[in-house]
């Protein structure tokens, strides 16, 4: 069986998955850029003490699942979500909700996930695609960051969403019920409530390491990093950095373009010239994060690597977090009509 | 990020499929465009690759050297840590940790050492003798 439904690709998985869904129930208004806003999709996060992959452990994005929730929410769209501790009904809710016409977003793991390949397949636990069908054995799958559709044998969907490790996904199936009716009113409250969200988030988390706080103290640790962990060990630490930062479905640069182009679309909306000009801000800010990955990419390839190198590294991570603050601070101060 | 400097670096992601970015046009308005992928990129998991290898060299000599059980081998191999492992082998973290050493993990029964080879995908014996199929 297989639904009708059109698969459309995006730059971050979570976006194209709701942006997916919400198409698919009669609400064509929510672009990518709309989705990533309104589900306040900007966050940062350097967790000290912690690893992963054997280094640090940065977060660009909210928890996986909440970009949807928000958008959702702030939309005032009624969600089906469910979580699983046993296999046979995470299956049988998945074929329940097929055989009653809904595709269906599920949070997956990578390791496993056979068409990505191997050099991109980590254990990381916070990927989304869509289930729109099955033919056989396999499952009809709609991955937002591929290009065309591709499928999963029955073992394989089972092995991907209940993956181990952080952030388990434990199955996880969610869907916007049909019915709802979005106006353009709804949308302007929703661009509102998801952008003061997300100054809130960025700006208002009192520890040291979240938000724009959290770039700054990243920007001057990794001045000590070359003294603490020696070349070596720092060059791979800049390079989980910009994986995490740069890869498939994350994103530091790229989510700072989503956010600037949410800002323009969001203008539509409410025809604010500040908008226009702190999308500006964040279009300066995903550049800057990109020069930071070269000057990342020449210490971990060995070109870089004196102490200034580090200090220039650094500097630029504070550069961002000086810029953001601007801008969230403008965002802040907007008198929504 | 100007819709013309999209970087169009082929990486091994690209072969299968394109990215899309978010980019601005020549009015300023933001579009998205498709990217084969990025240099900097390609060369961060580059990076990333050459240090699991040297980790699960590290570890297969810990192995030979009898100062780690083969199961750190395969850890390393398969880019897991304890608390993984434990996850998909159905154990307690501690369990793993204490089955990392080689006069515990020789006491093993073959059940619990069944386990530990069907997440690896091999048998027993491979389990015992580091050998690896590459699939």
């Known amino acids: ?337 | 990020m100007k819709k013309e400097d999209v970087p169009q670096d082929l990486s091994s992601l690209g072969k299968i499929t394109k990215e899309v970015c978010y980019a601005t046009d020549k009015s300023g308005k933001y579009v998205t465009e498709l990217s084969k992928g990025w240099d900097i990129k390609i060369t961060a998991l580059d990076t990333h690759w050459e240090e699991i290898e040297t980790r699960v060299s590290i570890a297969r000599q810990k192995v030979l050297n009898n100062e780690a059980s083969p199961l750190l081998f395969f850890m390393e191999k398969s880019l897991m840590d304890a608390e993984i492992l434990a996850g998909y082998a159905g154990l307690w973290k501690w369990q793993v940790k204490r089955h990392l050493k080689p006069e515990i993990f020789k006491k093993l029964s073959d059940k619990k050492l069944q386990r530990y080879a069907e997440v690896f995908n091999v048998t027993i014996d491979d389990l015992k003798n580091i050998n690896v199929h590459e699939a």
């Open chain 1, 1 to 337: 069986m297989k639904l009708n439904f059109e698969h459309l690709q995006s730059a971050h998985c979570e976006n194209g998955v709701t942006r997916s869904l919400l198409k698919n129930i009669g609400i064509n208004q929510i672009t990518e850029p709309l989705a990533f806003g309104i589900g306040s999709g900007l966050f940062y996060v350097y967790i000290p003490l912690l690893k992963i992959n054997n280094g640090p452990v940065i977060a660009f994005r909210p928890m996986p699942g909440l970009i949807f929730k928000r958008t959702c929410n702030a939309l005032e769209i009624p969600v089906v979500r469910q979580k699983f501790s046993s296999k046979q009904k995470a299956e049988a809710f998945l074929n329940d909700c097929l055989n009653g016409g809904h595709p269906v977003g599920c949070q997956v793991g990578v390791y496993y996930l056979t068409y990505f390949p191997k050099e991109y397949r980590f254990h990381f636990n916070a990927h989304n695609l869509i289930v729109y069908g099955k033919e056989d054995d396999n499952y009809l799958i709609s991955d937002p960051v591929m290009e065309k559709t591709t499928s999963l044998s029955t073992y394989e969907l089972e092995r991907v969403r209940f993956a181990k490790g952080t952030l388990s996904p434990k199955g996880q199936i969610y869907y916007p019920q049909t019915g709802a009716l979005i106006t353009e009113n709804q949308i302007k409250k929703a661009i509102v409530s998801g952008i003061k969200k997300n100054v809130r988030e960025m700006l208002n988390i009192p520890f040291p390491f979240v938000g724009v706080k959290g770039i700054r103290y990243t920007g001057n640790k990794i001045k000590q990093w070359r003294d603490k962990l020696g070349l070596k060990q720092a060059g791979l630490y800049l390079a989980q950095l910009v994986r995490m930062q740069e890869e498939i479905g994350t994103g530091g640069g790229g989510f700072r373009y989503i956010y600037a182009a949410f800002l323009q679309e969001a203008y539509t909306y409410h025809p604010i010239d500040e908008l226009l000009e702190i999308s500006k801000m964040f279009t300066e800010s995903g550049d800057l994060w990109r020069t930071a990955a070269v000057q990342a990419a020449g210490i971990y390839k060995g070109r870089l690597g004196s102490q200034e190198d580090f200090n220039t590294m650094g500097n630029y991570l504070i550069e961002i977090a000086d810029i953001e603050y601007k801008a969230f601070t403008a965002l802040k101060n907007i008198k929504w009509q």
